[in-house]
């Protein structure tokens, strides 16, 4: 079973059928794809994407209460496991967002895009806070989840619509980045967790690839 935690603030049905055009690409059936919402559902899952649109707070305090949190902890031991926008956000071991602790899987911060720390245009101007649109993705090292998209010339484009971004405290973590007024990390990998600033589900093509990857990718 494909779990797509369902945790009340994802952006559930976009994950949804671009992970059943995934299942076709590569020659699984989209039956295979469940929404959940209960540990015991998180627990008998194969492989677990965890979308994420909204603020940190809400996200972490929703985790809590349903207590999905140590079932969702025991699956990124073992499971490959996908994070989307929040969904990686989550993983670090603190957000500016309302300073709300994260999961602490990932040592690092998620801080605000902000004119003082760089984020402006050439004429240094300030730029509109949300980051939102089409933006270029640099894939930094080879990892299977990126099979296909290794072009680091020209880079990919994926869609962002975010506020904050991830600030890892090991480079080694880092596997995308992207340029808004500064370079930012935009998706970390480690072992069997690969999550991603952007939205997947929203990019196309390239989304799509990175999507059929992740169904077939056995770390």
Not at 70 to 78: N, P
Request: net charge negative; hydrophobic share 40%.
């Amino acid at each position: 079973m494909i779990a797509i935690v369902d945790y009340g603030a994802g952006n559930i049905r976009s994950v949804e059928r671009a992970v059943h055009a995934a299942c076709l690409a590569v020659g699984q059936s989209p039956d295979r794809v469940r929404f959940v919402s209960q540990p015991d559902e998180l627990r008998s899952a194969e492989r677990v994407l965890f979308p994420g649109q909204g603020a940190m707070h809400d996200c972490m305090a929703s985790l809590k209460s349903s207590g999905l949190e140590a079932a969702l902890r025991e699956a990124m031991q073992t499971k490959p496991f996908f994070g989307i926008c929040v969904g990686q956000q989550m993983l670090f071991d603190r957000s500016e967002e309302g300073d709300t602790p994260g999961l602490g899987i990932f040592s690092g911060q998620v801080v605000k895009f902000t004119a003082a720390r760089g984020v402006v245009d050439q004429q240094g101007q300030p730029l509109k806070v949300p980051h939102m649109g089409w933006n270029q993705v640099q894939f930094t090292r080879p990892h299977p989840i990126t099979q296909g998209l290794e072009d680091k010339t020209q880079g990919h484009w994926f869609y962002f619509v975010h506020s904050f971004h991830a600030e890892p405290s090991d480079g080694s973590d880092v596997l995308g980045q992207s340029d808004y007024g500064i370079r930012f990390t935009c998706a970390v990998a480690r072992d069997n967790i690969v999550a991603t600033q952007f939205h997947p589900e929203k990019s196309a093509g390239s989304g799509l690839k990175l999507l059929e990857n992740f169904l077939t990718w056995n770390p």
